[in-house]
């Protein structure tokens, strides 16, 4: 756990603990990313640039279930299309989903995922045939979203 204002190589470190104590793999390189809401960090094994992960860390006080509904939806989702471009979620060394991690004093969620290779969409290009995939991934994960909550969905 860190206390205090943290140096990017701190905050990689703790990353890295986290991921060790929670998935028992030890990352052979952490490098954190840009991310609107928690802490975000992309997760090398063995130096192998196909080995990897992104670990997400919640915010402080975000209530866990928000990961859980998260992890539920694109599982869900992955279990019916597994060529959809989402990011399946590793167990944890329990079997769970999710891990609790201290980060930087405080408890919190941390979910860690498979690595999807790609840009970010920022500097993404998309085709038309590439707005109309991301479109009908986006319906569904909507549609998906609606069974999990068990809201009546329309057709």
Request: aromatic share 4%; hydrophobic share 45%; net charge neutral.
């Amino acid at each position: 756990a860190i206390g205090g204002p943290a140096s990017p190589a701190e905050l990689e470190a703790a990353a890295a603990a986290v991921v060790a104590k929670g998935w028992g793999r030890h990352p052979s390189s952490v490098r954190r990313v840009s991310s609107d809401l928690e802490e975000t960090f992309l997760v090398a094994f063995d130096g192998d640039r196909a080995d990897r992960a992104v670990l997400k860390i919640a915010e402080p006080g975000r209530d866990p279930e928000w990961f859980a509904f998260e992890a539920a939806i694109v599982e869900r989702a992955l279990h019916g299309d597994p060529a959809l471009p989402l990011a399946r979620g590793i167990p944890t060394t329990q079997g769970d989903a999710l891990a609790t991690a201290r980060l930087l004093g405080a408890p919190r969620t941390a979910r860690l995922m498979r690595h999807l290779p790609g840009v970010p969409s920022v500097e993404a290009a998309p085709s038309p045939a590439d707005r109309r995939r991301i479109g009908r991934a986006r319906a569904l994960v909507d549609h998906l979203a609606l069974v999990v909550l068990h809201l009546p969905t329309t057709q």
